[in-house]
């Protein structure tokens, strides 16, 4: 059930509201949620966006990026923003140890929790929620939002430039599944706008320094691996490669589509060594669903992009992972879904 009605009721009032979103913010993450936030301090709210960790350059010029409390440097702030906020919206994440070291602080604030996200199985948080499994990205649900509560004539030139990019980031710039008739008619609103989406893409998508292409190629000519046995393709990046390669934060984005872009591949896998933990992204075709793959790493997500993450080390987590795809085989040879 979704709670608009409640949330409008909320929002009719100038409130103390906080937004906050996953670690590792991606675009759809950031994009949803400064979209927000302009729209917000367009309804005269008190608005504070606090990431749980830094997020990549190449979404650092959304408007409105300067005004983002990035927890890990200023934690005291985040805490104070989110112990005195009437409301936070929770955005683009489904379970509340995805805000990592705010965790504590969200659950414990006296705020209204409200969760807008389009991720498998919420966890039950929140207070109210504005949500949809079915939608394109988090950003496609601020847009429905500011619709159901009326306001599309309030979507301006700094909403529209950020909903745009979580939309096209989570589609994959327009080709993914999840890109339907809807959702072409909701971007070309937000062009009516004149934002322009040959910048937005060159920003996000034409940024890639050296180090990152030598990363890339390192990873796609050493450590990856296909499986045509279980129509799989995986990469493994220890530690030592983001070392040697300067890596930084959003350098991987989109990396596992290379592995699932290979010719009778349902199955692509990405596992990197951060934070003393194994992060795992999964991207499928066809009949695989990633995220019942990904529930076995603590995990979840979409039917065709998920994440998990593995304790222990990278060698175990591959054994692990092979077994998995002996397991579920039947499954990884589907190229379609099966009818019902």
């Known amino acids: 059930m ?21 670690l590792r913010p991606d675009g759809d993450a950031m994009g949803s949620s400064l979209g927000l ?14 990431a749980p960790t830094d997020y990549a350059d190449f979404i650092k010029w959304l408007p409105g990026t300067s005004e983002v409390i990035i927890a890990p440097d200023d934690m005291d702030h985040a805490k104070w923003t989110m112990e005195g906020a009437d409301l ?3 955005l683009d994440f489904n379970a509340l140890h995805r805000v990592q070291d705010l965790e504590a602080v969200v659950r414990d604030s006296e705020g209204k929790k409200i969760l ?7 966890d039950g948080f929140e207070d109210l929620r504005f949500w949809d499994d079915k939608a394109s990205s988090t950003a496609e649900l601020i847009y429905r939002l500011i619709d159901g509560l ?18 096209m980031t989570d589609t994959g710039s327009f080709r993914f599944t999840s890109t339907t008739p809807a959702v072409h008619r909701l971007v070309a609103r937000l062009l009516e706008t004149g934002i322009s989406p040959t910048a937005i893409y060159d920003r996000v998508m034409s ?19 296909f499986l045509p046995e ?11 490669v983001f070392k040697a390669y300067n890596v930084k934060s959003g350098d991987t984005e989109g990396l596992v589509n290379y592995a699932l872009g290979m010719k009778g591949v349902n199955l692509g896998v990405l596992m990197t060594v951060q934070d003393n933990l194994v992060k795992m992204s999964f991207r499928s075709r066809g009949g695989v669903n990633s995220a019942e793959l990904a529930s076995n790493f603590s995990g979840g997500g979409h039917f065709y992009a ?35």
């Open 116 to 122: 807008i996200d389009h991720h498998m199985d919420p």
């Open 2 to 22: 979704n709670h608009l009605t409640e949330i409008g009721e909320l929002l009719s009032s100038p409130k103390r509201i906080a937004i906050t979103t996953h």
């Open 37 to 50: 936030y302009h729209y917000l301090i367009g309804q005269g709210h008190k608005v504070k966006v606090v």
């Open 230 to 240: 279980y129509k799989t393709a995986y990469l493994m990046v220890p530690q030592e």
């Open 306 to 340: 998920s994440g998990g993450r593995s304790n222990v080390s990278l060698e175990d987590t591959e054994k692990k992972l092979l077994e998995l795809l002996e397991a579920n085989k039947a499954m990884l040879m589907l190229d379609e879904l099966p009818v019902a």
């Open 88 to 90: 936070i919206f929770c």
């Open 207 to 225: 940024t890639s320094t050296l180090d990152r292409l030598k990363f890339l190629g390192h990873c796609l000519s050493e450590r990856l691996r």
């Open 150 to 167: 009326g306001h599309l004539d309030q979507i301006t030139f700094d909403v529209a430039e950020c909903l745009y990019t979580g939309i």
